[in-house]
């Protein structure tokens, strides 16, 4: 074995331990108005109490902010300032510092105790063949799971430090037994936070559709569905640096002696909207179809919490990154079409069928019962984002490349996936994209979730027999046979995003999603 190069332990003990009560009350009542107009009125009350340590072990960075001229000394909050005694770092109490009280001192964030959520739906007949259905809501997110795996086991002051030394590779300092020799607590310290004005999100949804009775036993269904999303949480970095020397990243944080503090904040905003249209014809001769489309779009600032952009955003003086600017896009669930088609076939064999009607209940039990079924989807491709190995502009976070033209796709050839003259592949002169120059101290100009992945189709079918057995027949012995992909259709993963790196090629795709898989089940029921 080689002789280590760097350790690093932490010192101390984090916190461990988190409490939060959850509160949900609703009314609820349908109100019949008259024979055509059905209402249906409900309002809801949410509280999720900020999330407190039984021994007031709550601490966060403050001033959580990426100005340069805030005015403000960088300090540690603790609920209970008696702690600040432990650590050499400035420190101070939650409820001196954001005059905080009760609970919202113990949990370092503010209560949000102001989450009623109304709601609204209505039915209106207008003839015995067509009925027009809307509605209005608002749901609130609930954060206190995520919370609570976010703040426990938290490593930072005044309760526990990171200690690190790293040795000479000439003359070595430290060696397995012992490499904690001299090792003394890092200069910087970064942190992990709830951002004081923290609150519960929300998403208002309201739908109108409109469905219709058709002849031949089949329903059409047509309807506008959309929502909205506010305050919605999401990790965010502060104490970044502008763009700039990358071996002077430290020196360039709004507060040097820091390090970046990771913040969940409530600043997400999105929005859905959709036209969807759906046709189902049951019971012809024991065969139901359906058949539905989507046509939609999602805007919003970040789609899955952690996997955002999290550059923060500047404020105040000083170079500015507008978060909504940089981050506002398509959704990365965003799908512009989406089609499904389905048929269940209870198949006509057994008592009382057009096969083997008259068979004896031996016959039966292994001929009848039988159903088959099959589902096809198909869908328009995700969005991604390009992007660059390396922090190029010296602001420690992933940069992206400018985008000078409009993004050209071969969507029959994987190998050239996005047209691009950097893929051998392609046999082009032209792209989309320019790296962003080396040591440059600005941002890329490309927006997040400007690539668009490969569509996905998909077939799968089953079969299954249902045999019932047993006094009155209470029981029922159903075996499955499920076959997922069964057309075995490769359905490619998203091609290669970074620009800068020549294997795998920009553009290119070197995955695929699950080949056929096919599985056999037996359930009995009673």
């Given at each position: 074995m080689g002789i280590p190069y760097t350790a690093s332990r932490v010192v101390g003990k984090g916190v461990e331990t988190?409490?939060?009560?959850?509160?949900?009350?609703?009314l609820q009542d349908d109100w019949k108005l008259s024979r055509k107009l059905t209402l249906n009125l409900g309002v809801r009350y949410e509280y999720v109490s900020p999330l407190v340590d039984n021994l007031n072990r709550r601490s966060t960075f403050w001033p959580l902010t990426n100005d340069y001229n805030s005015g403000i000394t960088p300090e540690v909050l603790v609920a209970d300032p008696s702690y600040c005694a432990t650590t050499t770092r400035p420190c101070a109490g939650v409820g001196d510092v954001l005059h905080l009280d009760g609970i919202s001192r113990r949990a370092a964030y503010r209560a949000d105790r102001n989450n009623f959520a109304p709601r609204f739906g209505f039915a209106y007949s207008m003839n015995d063949k067509t009925v027009i259905r809307g509605g209005y809501g608002i749901f609130y997110t609930n954060s206190q799971s995520f919370l609570n795996n976010f703040v426990i086991n938290r490593r930072q002051p005044p309760f526990a430090e990171t200690q690190q030394i790293t040795s000479s590779t000439t003359t070595p300092q430290i060696n397995i037994a012992n490499p904690f020799i001299n090792a003394s607590a890092t200069l910087v310290v970064g942190t992990q936070n709830i951002n004081p004005d923290f609150k519960e999100g929300y998403t208002q949804h309201w739908n109108l559709t409109v469905q219709r009775q058709l002849p031949k036993n089949v329903s059409l269904e047509a309807g506008y569905v959309a929502n909205k999303g506010t305050d919605l949480d999401e990790l965010v970095y502060y104490n970044v640096p502008t763009p700039g020397p990358t071996a002077t990243i430290q020196a360039r944080r709004p507060f040097p002696t820091w390090g970046t503090a990771l913040s969940m904040d409530p600043y997400v905003t999105s929005i859905y909207n959709s036209l969807q249209v759906k046709a189902v014809r049951r019971g012809q001769r024991g065969m139901t179809n359906l058949i539905a489309y989507t046509f939609a779009k999602s805007i919003d600032l970040s789609s899955e919490r952690g996997n955002g952009d999290r550059g923060g955003g500047f404020s105040g003086s000083g170079d500015e990154r507008n978060r909504a600017g940089s981050s506002r896009g398509l959704s990365g669930f965003d799908v512009r079409h989406r089609l499904v088609f389905s048929s269940v076939y209870e198949l006509p064999v057994g008592t009382g069928k057009a096969v083997l009607g008259n068979a004896g209940r031996v016959t039966n039990?292994?001929?009848?019962?039988?159903?088959?079924?099959?589902?096809?989807?198909?869908?328009?491709?995700?969005?991604?984002?390009?992007?660059?190995?390396?922090?190029?502009?010296?602001?420690?976070?992933?940069?992206r490349p400018d985008l000078v033209g409009p993004v050209s796709y071969n969507t029959r050839n994987p190998l050239c996936y996005v047209i691009d003259s950097r893929n051998a592949k392609c046999g082009t002169s032209g792209s989309a994209f320019v790296n962003l120059p080396a040591s440059s101290v600005r941002f890329g100009s490309e927006g997040r979730d400007t690539l668009t992945g490969p569509g996905l189709f998909q077939a799968d079918v089953s079969a299954g027999k249902n045999t019932r057995f047993g006094h009155d027949e209470r029981f029922n012995l159903q075996f499955r046979w499920e076959a997922f992909n069964f057309f075995n259709r490769a359905n490619y993963n998203q091609p290669a995003a970074v620009v800068n790196v020549a294997s795998p090629a920009f553009g290119s795709i070197t995955s695929a999603g699950r080949a056929r898989e096919m599985q056999f089940g037996m359930r009995l029921e009673f």
């Open positions: 988190g409490r939060s009560w959850w509160h949900g009350y609703y039990k292994i001929v009848g019962g039988w159903e088959v079924a099959f589902i096809a989807s198909a869908q328009g491709g995700f969005p991604y984002t390009a992007s660059m190995s390396g922090d190029i502009n010296g602001d420690g976070i992933t940069d």
